[in-house]
T-cell receptor, first 118, second 111 residues
């Protein structure tokens, strides 16, 4: 399967500061990248979908001004949590998707970033 | 957000036993995917299904894409301790280009 990296793997920040998380597809060109949020013992909740070179599409209830997404290239997407608050503490996971041979759409996940806001 | 119904929610099994879990939806999907997630890590793709009725195996894992395109199941044969983890199904629709995840099945294997 394809490899997706995510950096940092964990981060602790103070309330009111901003944090940037990077997601890279290492061995394929990702036409689309997704950002998910996962609370303990729960499933993944889609936050937004981003396509290279265009604005991200946010899911209902996700504040686009708080969670800034940039998809600058076919291998890199970033999520910036602005003015972070303790309730933003969570496990953030990115994924990348692109067509494999035969037109199949498979989604590969990064290892996740654990954000703790103090 | 929307989630798919996945059952069972959790299960304890003895090593060597077979495991079966399923995922149902009120919507039709073009693709069904099954993932395994270990604690503190991202999900890892196990099996991808692209056609209604398709039955696909990956080692001890077998998954099927339901005929109605609204459900899928995953079987694990002869479970081993490293099968412990959370298994998620995901449905994909090319029209919306979204992956919708199931609620997860937490598997614990007793040696």
């Amino acid at each position: 399967g394809a490899v997706v990296s995510q950096h940092p793997s964990w981060v602790i920040c103070k309330s009111g500061t901003s944090v940037k998380i990077e997601c890279r597809s290492l061995d394929f060109q990702a036409t689309t990248m997704f950002w998910y949020r996962q609370f303990p013992k729960q499933s993944l909740m889609l936050m937004a979908t981003s396509n290279e070179g265009s604005k991200a599409t946010y899911e209902q209830g996700v504040e686009k001004d708080k969670f800034l997404i940039n998809h600058a290239s076919l291998t890199l997407s970033t999520l910036t949590v602005t003015s972070a608050h303790p309730e933003d503490s969570s496990f953030y996971i990115c994924s990348a998707s692109g067509t494999t041979g035969g037109g199949s759409y498979e989604q590969y996940f990064g290892p996740g970033t654990r954000l703790t806001v103090t | 957000g929307q989630q798919l119904n996945q059952s069972p929610q959790s299960m304890f099994i003895q090593e060597g036993e077979d495991v079966s879990m399923n995922c149902t939806s009120s919507s039709i999907f073009n693709t069904w995917l099954w993932y395994k997630q270990d604690p503190g890590e991202g999900p890892v793709l196990l099996i991808a299904l692209y056609k209604a009725g398709e039955l696909t195996s990956n080692g001890r894992l077998t998954a099927q894409f339901g005929i109605t395109r609204k459900d899928s199941f995953l079987n694990i044969s002869a479970s081993i301790p490293s099968d412990v983890g959370i298994y998620f199904c995901a449905g994909f629709t090319s029209g919306t280009y979204k992956y919708i995840f199931g609620t997860g099945t937490r598997l614990k294997v007793l040696a």
